[in-house]
T-cell receptor
């Protein structure tokens, strides 16, 4: 399968614990996005990378959240000291940036569903 | 900041009939993109159709077409000859020209009645 993959698919944790999610984009894609989707809502942008550089972060991304893409390939999203309000689906997407101004289709992964007890 | 509004939380349509999903958005930009994404139950979100704001012609993709009204900031999706596989959450989304970050609406759950 050459699509975007995410691991794990489901994570249950206790409040206060740290969790880390992984996203593997489509291999040649240079942009990688993280979104969060709560029940009954559309996805909300969290952050994105071009290669290994993190170019934008949402104000939704509190200090407890950190994302990395160390070699410009896979990415990790870590949440420290989880809270019940962090319970959501975390979606990853990737795209191949072809040039200035062009919008390049984002391909989404299946998501990681986080439940904080 | 841009906002996207979907005022129909749920819609249903008889198989083979036509259904229209509504979306309005707010932006001060003149160049941007609009999208409809489909999220089937427990499956990945996929792009259904996109529209560039500078294009006057409405986009079409097989049974899917849009009605883009730039002045009214309206962007509806028409699904013709509805099929059981069309059942899903449909999200309207926006991105600025030059920035691929997507802003989504709250979604419309579409049910197909056999």
């Amino acid at each position: 399968d050459t699509g975007v993959s995410q691991d794990p698919r489901h994570k249950i944790t206790k409040r206060g614990q740290n969790v880390t999610f992984r996203c593997d984009p489509i291999s040649e894609h240079n942009r990688l996005y993280w979104y969060r989707q709560t029940l009954g809502q559309g996805p909300e942008f969290l952050t994105y990378f071009q290669n290994e550089a993190q170019l934008e972060k949402s104000r939704l991304l509190s200090d407890r959240f950190s994302a990395e893409r160390p070699k410009g390939s896979f990415s990790t999203l870590e949440i420290q000291r989880t809270e019940q309000g962090d319970s959501a689906m975390y979606l990853c997407a990737s795209s191949l940036a072809l040039g200035q101004g062009a919008h390049n289709e984002q391909f989404f992964g299946p998501g990681t569903r986080l439940t904080v007890l | 900041a841009q906002t996207v509004t979907q005022s129909q939380p749920e819609m249903s349509v008889q198989e083979a009939e036509t259904v229209t999903l509504s979306c309005t958005y707010d932006t001060s930009e003149s160049d941007y993109y609009l999208f409809w994404y489909k999220q089937p139950p427990s499956r990945q979100m996929i792009l259904v159709i996109r529209q560039e704001a500078y294009k006057q012609q409405n986009a079409t993709e097989n049974r899917f077409s849009v009605n883009f009204q730039k002045a009214a900031k309206s962007f509806s999706l028409k699904i013709s000859d509805s099929q059981l596989g069309d059942a899903a959450m449909y999200f309207c989304a926006y991105s600025n020209f030059g920035n691929e970050k997507l802003t989504f609406g709250t979604g419309t759950r579409l049910t197909i009645i056999p």
